[in-house]
C-alpha cells in the first residue's frame, strides 16, 4: 500500500508507492517509434474504454454512455495509483519519523481520442475542452474534505516523464499542501504585507512594460520567460486579472489560456524541434480547516496567483543542482524570450 513519510531534514513529504513501479512503458527505444506505440495496443483508444478503470469524469458528445466511445476528454483512475482513495486518511509515527496512510486520487486526464495528436499540435477546441476538464474535475476532488491539494501536470515527451504515448495529463490529490506551494504563499504573503500588492501582478506589469521577456500576450494572458528561469526557455502563463483559484476561471477565461498555450507550446515546438517538457498548474488549495495554523487562509485572494509554467528539458539537473537546489541555466531569459518571439506559427 502506499503512504507518506515525512523527511525531516529536508521539510518535504515522499510518497512511498510500489505501484507506480509496475506502471507500463511505451518507449523502450525511441517514443516516436510508431511500432512500440502502435493505437492497437493502446488502452487510451475509443472503443477500448474496458482495458482502464471506469471513468470518473468525461467531456462527451450527446447521447453518449459513459465507458463508450464518443468521449472528447476522459478521465480515469490511474492503474498504477501514487496514492488511493480507499487507503486510510490518518498520521502516525516511527520513533521520530513520522508518516501518513496513501489516501489521494491519481487519475489519467485522456486529453484527445486521437492518438497521434499531441499538445504542440492541438486546436484551440481541443486546449478548451482540456482545461475545462481540469477546472471541472477539481472543483470534484475539491468537494473531498482531506484533499488539501490537486496537482494537475502534463508530461510531453519520454524525457519529461511520459511513458504512454497517447497523449495524456495527470492530476495527484494530495492529503498535504505541497511544500512548494507552501512556500509560494508564504513569499506571497511576506510580499503582500510589505506592499499591499500582489506579487505576480506586480511582476506581470514589469514584465510588460520591460518587454523582453515577453513570448505573448493577450487580452487576458501573459506568456513570458522568468527573470531567475531555472530550466532554458522555461515559460510562464499567467492571467492579466488578479484571481488565486484556477477552479474559479469563466469558460471566456480559458479561452484565452488556450490561445496563449496554444502560442507557448507551438513555439517551442518549431524552434526546438518538440522539445520535451513539463507543464504544472498551480494554484491556490481549497479553504481548510489548518489546526496548526488558523490564519493560512488569511487574505489568500488577495495575495496569491494561479498561474502554469512550462520547463523544457533542454538541461540536465545532476549533482551540483540537486544537492545545493541553485540551477544553472546556460539560455538567459531574456535570449529565450527574444527567439521565441521571431518564431512565426501557424495557430489556425
Excluded at 471506469?54 to 476522459?74: H, L, M, S, Y
Excluded at 477552479?247 to 479561452?255: F, G, K, L, Q, S
Excluded at 545545493?324 to 531574456?334: A, C, H, K, L, M
Aim: proline share 8%; with cysteine.
Amino acid at each position: 500500500m502506499p503512504e507518506l513519510r515525512y523527511n525531516i531534514l529536508n521539510d518535504i513529504w515522499v510518497i512511498i508507492s510500489k505501484e507506480r513501479a509496475k506502471r507500463p512503458h511505451d518507449y523502450p527505444l525511441n517514443w516516436e517509434d510508431k511500432k512500440k506505440t502502435g493505437k492497437e495496443n493502446c488502452p487510451f483508444e475509443p472503443g477500448k474504454e474496458y482495458l482502464t478503470p471506469q471513468e470518473v469524469f468525461a467531456i462527451r458528445d450527446p447521447d453518449t454512455k459513459p465507458d463508450e466511445p464518443g468521449w472528447r476528454v476522459r478521465i480515469i483512475p490511474n492503474k498504477f495509483p501514487a496514492l488511493k482513495p480507499e487507503e486510510q486518511f490518518f498520521r502516525t509515527s516511527e520513533a521520530i519519523h513520522d508518516k501518513m496512510g496513501g489516501y489521494g486520487f491519481h487519475e489519467v486526464i485522456i486529453d484527445t481520442p486521437d492518438h497521434e495528436r499531441h499538445i504542440n499540435n492541438f486546436s484551440i477546441d481541443e486546449l478548451v475542452l482540456m482545461f475545462t476538464a481540469y477546472r471541472e474535475r477539481m472543483k470534484q476532488l475539491y468537494e473531498e474534505k482531506n484533499i488539501y491539494y490537486v496537482q494537475i501536470f502534463k508530461n510531453h515527451g519520454k524525457e519529461a516523464g511520459k511513458s504512454l504515448y497517447h497523449s495524456h495529463s495527470q492530476l495527484i490529490a494530495l492529503p498535504r499542501i505541497p511544500k512548494r506551494i507552501g512556500t509560494q504563499i508564504k513569499q506571497c504573503r511576506s510580499y503582500h504585507m510589505e506592499k499591499e500588492r500582489c506579487l505576480l501582478c506586480d511582476e506581470i506589469n514589469f514584465e510588460l512594460r520591460e518587454g523582453i521577456r515577453v513570448v505573448h500576450d493577450n487580452d487576458h494572458f501573459i506568456v513570458y520567460s522568468p527573470f531567475a528561469s531555472a530550466f532554458p526557455f522555461e515559460l510562464r502563463v499567467v492571467p492579466k486579472e488578479h484571481l488565486d483559484d484556477f477552479t474559479m476561471v469563466t469558460d471566456n477565461m480559458i479561452y484565452y489560456l488556450s490561445k496563449a498555450v496554444q502560442i507557448a507550446v507551438k513555439k517551442l515546438d518549431k524552434l526546438l524541434k518538440n522539445p520535451p517538457f513539463n507543464m504544472m498548474l498551480h494554484t491556490s488549495p481549497p479553504r481548510r480547516n489548518l489546526p496548526y495554523d488558523p490564519n493560512y487562509f488569511y487574505e489568500i485572494d488577495k495575495l496569491f496567483h494561479w498561474y502554469i509554467e512550462i520547463f523544457p528539458r533542454m538541461a540536465i539537473h545532476a549533482g551540483f543542482e540537486l544537492g545545493t537546489e541553485f540551477f544553472i541555466n546556460p539560455t538567459p531569459p531574456e535570449e529565450a524570450a527574444k527567439y521565441l518571439r521571431e518564431i512565426k506559427i501557424n495557430t489556425e
